[in-house]
């Protein structure tokens, strides 16, 4: 992670100002977003039981602010629910984003006539959770207590390759799939996620939406706002094993 000291502030420190802002006005349940980041590599299915293991500043962040959800709910009393979502895509995501969210970047691609790229080979797998799977959970916990003080995974149950995830959205996009691949950078290979435990409480609110049917539903949305241009990650304070790619992007922008 090329932002470490933003990354720290925004994910950690912010979390931790609303955990003291939260204990302090005896709020009923905090509920928070993480990731299955936290988990790290080689732990598949991941599953809620699992010791993480984060293995880049993004996933210690979020198990940073799960320790100290933890720590205030036996100091303080008070109630949390933690949610790891992964890989999540729908309308309205941020089609300028040149670094994150995949689904995105390369509908985005399409528009502008680029290639879709891909690090690496393509054989990554994540499992990608379209948000109508996963939002409506996260709302619906705060009037659950019987949930209360609990980690659960939630998203999408099939991981697919992010070569067959390129030829899903050129399909959805209308096109056939241009793909250039570049060099590898160092991610975890395999990522996705069991999820009994959320399908045990929150089962009713759980579609299971294909990963066809919410791209293609993201890509009607899509192609009505049009492309988008992003802008380049601005305060870059490591820049050592930066991708070459990225370093790119940062020439251009």
């Given at each position: 992670m090329c932002?470490?000291?933003?990354?720290?502030?925004?994910?950690?420190?912010?979390?931790?100002?609303?955990?003291?802002?939260?204990?302090?006005?005896?709020?009923?349940?905090?509920?928070?977003?993480?990731?299955?980041?936290?988990?790290?590599?080689?732990?598949?299915?991941?599953t809620e039981d699992a010791v993480p293991q984060p293995e880049d500043p993004y996933g210690i962040a979020k198990y940073a602010v799960e320790l100290d959800l933890k720590e205030a709910h036996e100091m303080f009393g008070l109630n949390y629910v933690v949610f790891r979502p992964h890989n999540v895509y729908g309308e309205n995501q941020n089609l300028g984003d040149r670094y994150r969210n995949v689904i995105g970047i390369f509908m985005n691609q399409i528009m502008q006539g680029q290639p879709m790229t891909i690090f690496g080979d393509g054989s990554q797998t994540r499992a990608f959770s379209f948000i109508d799977d996963v939002a409506p959970v996260i709302a619906a916990s705060i009037a659950r207590p019987a949930c209360y003080n609990?980690?659960?995974?939630?998203?999408?149950?099939?991981?697919?390759?992010?070569?067959?995830?390129?030829?899903?959205?050129?399909?959805?996009?209308?096109?056939?799939?241009?793909?250039?691949?570049?060099?590898?950078?160092?991610?975890?290979?395999?990522?996705?996620?069991?999820?009994?435990?959320?399908?045990q409480h929150f089962g009713d609110l759980i579609k299971n939406v294909s990963l066809e049917a919410g791209v293609n539903r993201m890509a009607v949305w899509a192609k009505k706002v049009g492309a988008r241009q992003g802008q380049a990650f601005e305060g870059i304070e490591v820049r050592k094993n930066l991708p070459p790619s990225w370093a790119a992007l940062e020439k251009a922008g």
């Amino acid at each position: 992670m090329c932002i470490r000291d933003s990354n720290y502030t925004n994910n950690l420190l912010g979390s931790v100002n609303l955990i003291n802002a939260a204990v302090n006005h005896e709020i009923k349940c905090f509920v928070f977003t993480s990731s299955i980041a936290v988990y790290g590599r080689n732990q598949l299915p991941m599953t809620e039981d699992a010791v993480p293991q984060p293995e880049d500043p993004y996933g210690i962040a979020k198990y940073a602010v799960e320790l100290d959800l933890k720590e205030a709910h036996e100091m303080f009393g008070l109630n949390y629910v933690v949610f790891r979502p992964h890989n999540v895509y729908g309308e309205n995501q941020n089609l300028g984003d040149r670094y994150r969210n995949v689904i995105g970047i390369f509908m985005n691609q399409i528009m502008q006539g680029q290639p879709m790229t891909i690090f690496g080979d393509g054989s990554q797998t994540r499992a990608f959770s379209f948000i109508d799977d996963v939002a409506p959970v996260i709302a619906a916990s705060i009037a659950r207590p019987a949930c209360y003080n609990q980690v659960y995974n939630v998203g999408a149950d099939k991981a697919y390759s992010v070569t067959e995830l390129a030829r899903v959205v050129a399909k959805a996009m209308g096109t056939e799939p241009n793909i250039k691949m570049l060099e590898a950078r160092n991610e975890v290979v395999h990522a996705y996620s069991a999820h009994e435990k959320v399908h045990q409480h929150f089962g009713d609110l759980i579609k299971n939406v294909s990963l066809e049917a919410g791209v293609n539903r993201m890509a009607v949305w899509a192609k009505k706002v049009g492309a988008r241009q992003g802008q380049a990650f601005e305060g870059i304070e490591v820049r050592k094993n930066l991708p070459p790619s990225w370093a790119a992007l940062e020439k251009a922008g």
